[in-house]
Nanobody, 115 residues
């Protein structure tokens, strides 16, 4: 079993920055990838960024060059640094831990980009 919890959301003006954090606990050793997803009102949840245990990183096209996913050396914390935020980045952001047979989800944290 793995538990994940997000933090760091909030209200930011266009062009601003936020850093989201995801704390994982439980069977950390079983995690082979950590991901950030987002879900805007009335839309489907989509993948924003993923970091694998191999070190491979991938991003959704609209956030490339603006968002950075990283993980600390203990692999208990995963971050999403979000720069040059746009109103269309407004969404609930979810952290997900992937093991060989299951995805574990946090409750989400709201990010609102508005002037």
């Amino acid at each position: 079993q793995v538990q994940v919890m997000e933090s760091g959301g909030g209200l930011v003006q266009p062009g601003g920055s936020l850093r989201l954090s995801c704390a994982a606990s439980g069977s950390i050793f079983s995690i082979n990838a950590m991901s950030w997803y987002r879900q805007a009102a009335g839309k489907q949840r989509t993948l924003v960024a993923r970091i694998r245990d191999t070190g491979a990183i991938s991003y959704e096209d609209s956030v490339k060059g603006r968002f950075t996913i990283s993980r600390d050396y203990t692999k208990t914390l995963t971050y999403l640094q979000m720069n040059s935020l746009k109103p269309e980045d407004t969404a609930v952001y979810y952290c997900s831990a992937r093991t060989h047979d299951q995805d574990y989800w946090g409750q989400g944290t709201q990010v609102t980009v508005s002037s």
